[in-house]
Structure formats: C-alpha cells, structure tokens
C-alpha cells in the first residue's frame, strides 16, 4: 500500500493553482474539467510520479468550519517537506508569500508555517 493521492481543500481552484505552481514549485499533473469545477491535481517536480496533491474545491458545507477550527488553533492542513526551511522561507517570504510561524527548530526537525491565501496553513519541514 502507498499514498498515491491527497486533497486540500480550496477557495478557488485557479487561485490555488497559481499559489502552488508559481509559488511553491509544484507542477500540474492533471487538469479535467467537471462542470464549473476541475479535477486539478499538482505534484513535485522532484517526483513527477510521485503523490499527487488535489486542490480539492471547498463548497462542501463541513469543509468551512473544518478549516476554520485548524486555523484558529495554528494547524496546517498540510505538510511538506524541503531540504532546508530557512531558504525556502527567504525564498517565499521574497515571493510575498506569509508565514504565520518561522523557521522554528523543534528538535528532530525544523519546521515554519505559511498560509497558502486558498484557506490553508501549510508547514515546511526539514527533518535533521
């Protein structure tokens, strides 16, 4: 068994698209229109094979104060992993993008928070 695919939820697909690729790094695997939404899915250029990350949009009535209740306790709704969190933080912080925790070393790894702007916290992780 292995992870082939996940979901994050979305506010608005072409704007998480825009975050994800131009932002983050992610390339497009599949981009399927399904009536006013699509199946969008981006996945590491590093492994273009590899797991694929559905931006899943958030019209679902639970999906709302699902997110809601993680981001008002600071939980990310995702996780991903780069070599080192302190350039990737300089690196998107000089894109613009927010981070709502710094780089922050937490033992076993280094870890910082940014907010996605699609409705999301996404942590970056570097394990030591």
């Known amino acids: 068994m292995r992870i082939r695919l996940t979901s994050i939820y979305v506010d608005d697909q072409r704007a998480a698209l825009d975050f994800y690729t131009s932002k983050l790094g992610f390339t497009v695997h599949h981009d399927i229109p399904l009536g006013e939404d699509s199946w969008l899915t981006v996945v590491s250029p590093e492994d273009p094979d590899g797991p694929e990350l559905l931006l899943e949009p958030s019209g679902h009535p639970a999906v709302t104060p699902y997110r809601a209740a993680l981001a008002d306790d600071g ?51 570097a394990q030591k």
């Open 75 to 125: 939980i990310p709704a995702a996780q991903f992993a780069v070599e080192d969190v302190a350039a990737e933080h300089e690196r998107l912080t000089g894109l613009g993008v927010r981070f709502t925790q710094p780089p922050t070393d937490i033992g076993p790894a280094v870890v910082a928070v940014l907010d996605d702007t699609c409705g999301n916290l996404v942590q970056l992780i």
